[in-house]
Every structure is written in C-alpha cells, then in structure tokens.
Nanobody
Framework: QVQVVESGGGLVQPGGSLRLSCVAS????????GDWYRQAPGKQREWVAS???????DYADSVKGRFTISRDNAKKTVSLQMNNLKPEDTAVYYC?????????WGKGTLVTVSS
C-alpha cells in the first residue's frame, strides 16, 4: 500500500512564505505525476499545481507566479513553495500522486494565512 504524507503547513502572515512537502512510499515514484490540491472551509477541493514525470509544471491561475511545484525522485518527494501568501490561500493542502491507473492521496496539511 502506497502512503502519502504531507508536512510543512502552519500559520503565516499575509505576504509570507511556506514550503509544503509530500513524501510517498511508492517504489515507482519516478513514474508518477505529483499534484497539490487544497480545500478551503466551506468550499470544494480545488486543484493547485501539477508536476509531471518529466518535471514540467502547471498551475491554477490563482497561484501562478506565487507558487512553485517541484519533485525530487531520489527523496520521493513533491514540494510546493508558496510565496506572497494571501488570506484566501488558507486551506487544507493535499498531495496526490497518480500512476499506472491509480491515485494515492495524503491526509492533508493545514495552511492558515492571517495577521
């Protein structure tokens, strides 16, 4: 069973930065796509960013230019660097890896942006 564990959430002031990490136990990690999603209170879960097998990236318009997704296959991690955070970025952030027709989700890490 593949386990996915996120870390790095916390409380940060507007304009601040956080770096989220996602570690996956998959032996086939280099062959998976890594995604970050988020779910704000009272809202549906939304896609934030993706990192392909070849490390090409894609972002939701709401975070483009502020967030950077990356991967380290040796460490089996997908990271999300978040800069210039805004109150509307407050959410539980989830990591998802997908490959060979299957998806694996973590349990999430809470990010709160508030003064």
């Amino acid at each position: 069973q593949v386990q996915v564990v996120e870390s790095g959430g916390g409380l940060v002031q507007p304009g601040g930065s956080l770096r989220l990490s996602c570690v996956a136990s998959a032996s086939f990690f280099s062959a998976v796509v890594g995604d970050w999603y988020r779910q704000a209170p009272g809202k549906q879960r939304e896609w934030v960013a993706s990192c392909s097998v070849s490390s090409s990236t894609d972002y939701a318009d709401s975070v483009k230019g502020r967030f950077t997704i990356s991967r380290d296959n040796a460490k089996k991690t997908v990271s999300l660097q978040m800069n210039n955070l805004k109150p509307e970025d407050t959410a539980v952030y989830y990591c998802k890896i997908k490959g060979f027709g299957r998806e694996y989700w973590g349990k999430g890490t809470l990010v709160t942006v508030s003064s």
